[in-house]
């Protein structure tokens, strides 16, 4: 496959408006292939095991190859288009300076290669426009590499003498420069090497005055700058290996730490106990409720005669009766949209949006029948020898001010509590003066 190399991780891609959407999609393809690379263990080993070894031996395989190509495609794709477009106005310079500088005939006889230049740098370009099959990208880059530089040894052919030597050498810089900058197979950039080498091997033997001596010490010469070049690029390639396996190791540590703040941010909103929302978790749901609108019941619950139950039985007797309750207050409530919540050591408050007072008080009844079907024993409560529990209803409007309908579960509560224990109440203007215990506005 077709491995696109020099991709600068992490930077913000640029775009044209004519090709947002493709650009995008290729975005989209290469993010969630790595985020699919995150979660398999078996893909982040590899990785692992390729960074634990030595840069040069890095070899991209498979998926990791596919993603890498994906990534890094845009960036080689343009570098490819701006070279070809680079060639086309270089060709025209050296044109247009030959009027000037050399004789009209030979101007004339340079020009047909040239112009031919041209059609095989946009052809290159427009291939290069957007993904296609890796064989069509290879097949047209090195086709149009070929092409262009046979058209400059043709030009030094046409102009003949002294300047054969010049165009040959303008040859072999331009093979040069796209084999530092064109991020391809490593395989490729050595087939565009050798053409050239060869291409200016060929050329003197068949038309260069010089003795097959200095022929040979120009071929090695070159060749040996052209392979150390080779070498560089190859380098190059490694490192742009090894830098988009590091970026994978970096996202999977910070997904890693990501998944691990929000574990904890979960953690300190949950009661250790019981697994309901603690007071944080419940501040935080009468704030999106108040901001939201609408009525909500508040239902405030308390264990009957819970201190009996834990000096008598003890604590961990104790802990196992919070642990039930708070299972039976979630077992009643709709999880996606009620709060329950440990509000202190044996209460526990309720909240249920958008329900009205007979719905909330049917909640209510529910939960008081079903923890006293419980029988959780506690032998030294005023009530009944098993676990009961009271609660004090309040349904209103999420706009009033703060804890106002807290303050009346409250009172409702209290006036469960004394009426007997083991009742569920409903907050109502009168229980405010009959129990005298809070000022509501």
């Known amino acids: 496959m077709w491995r696109f190399v020099d991709a600068q991780i992490g930077r913000k891609p640029q775009s044209s408006p004519s090709h947002d959407g493709q650009k995008t999609s290729v975005t989209s393809s290469s993010q ?14 590899q990785v692992e095991q390729l960074l634990s070894g030595r840069t ?19 960036s080689a794709a343009s570098i490819i288009r701006s070279w070809m477009v680079f060639v086309i106005l270089l060709d025209l310079l050296l ?25 095989a740098a946009l052809g290159v370009r427009q291939i290069w426009k957007k993904r296609r099959p890796d ?21 030094g052919v046409a102009a003949g003498g002294p300047l054969l030597n010049r165009y040959l050498h303008v040859m072999l810089s331009v093979a040069i420069t796209g084999v530092v900058i064109f991020s391809i197979p490593f395989r490729q950039t050595v087939a565009i090497a050798a053409f050239a080498v060869s291409l200016f091997f060929a050329t003197q033997i068949a038309f260069s005055t010089e003795s097959v001596g200095m022929i040979l010490f120009g071929v090695l010469f070159f060749g040996s700058g052209m392979a150390a070049t080779v070498l560089g690029r190859r380098t190059m390639n490694k490192l742009a290996y090894k830098a988009f ?20 941010e979960q953690l300190s909103k949950i009661d250790g106990l019981t697994g309901v929302a603690n007071r944080h978790l419940l501040r935080e749901r009468l704030e999106d409720l108040r901001q939201a609108g609408g009525t909500v019941a508040i239902l405030m ?4 005669d819970f201190k009996a139950l834990n000096d008598h039985l003890g604590h961990l007797d104790g802990d196992r009766c919070l642990v039930d309750v708070a299972r039976i207050l979630t077992n009643f409530t709709r999880s996606e949209l009620d709060c329950v919540a440990r509000f202190g050591g044996e209460e526990f408050l309720v909240l249920l949006p958008g329900v009205t007072e007979a719905d909330a008080m049917a909640v209510a009844e529910r939960i008081r029948a079903a923890v006293a079907a419980a029988a959780h024993p506690n032998p030294l409560s ?4 098993v676990v009961t529990i009271s609660i004090g209803v309040a349904v209103g409007s999420t706009t009033l001010p703060d804890n106002v309908l807290q303050k009346r579960a409250d009172v409702a509560l209290y006036d469960a509590k004394r009426t007997g224990r083991n009742q569920v109440r409903l907050w109502i203007p009168a229980l405010d003066s009959r129990n005298a215990l809070y000022n509501v506005a």
């Open 245 to 264: 396996l590091l970026e994978l190791r970096d996202r999977q540590r910070l997904s890693d730490l990501a998944r691990s703040n929000r574990r904890l």
């Open 382 to 385: 005023r009530v009944t020898p």
């Open 301 to 304: 619950c308390d264990i009957d």
């Open 56 to 74: 040069r031996d890095i070899h991209l395989k498979g998926e990791i190859r596919r993603a890498f190509e994906q990534r890094s495609w845009r």
């Open 32 to 45: 969630q292939l790595l985020e699919r690379f995150l979660s398999n263990p078996v893909v982040m080993a």
């Open 135 to 155: 064989r069509a990208l290879g097949s047209a880059l090195l086709g149009g590499m070929a092409v262009i530089l046979l058209c400059v040894c043709w030009m």
């Open 95 to 119: 044109l247009a300076l030959s009027f000037f500088l050399l004789s009209r005939d030979t101007a004339l006889a340079i020009t047909a290669p040239s112009l031919v230049i041209i059609p």
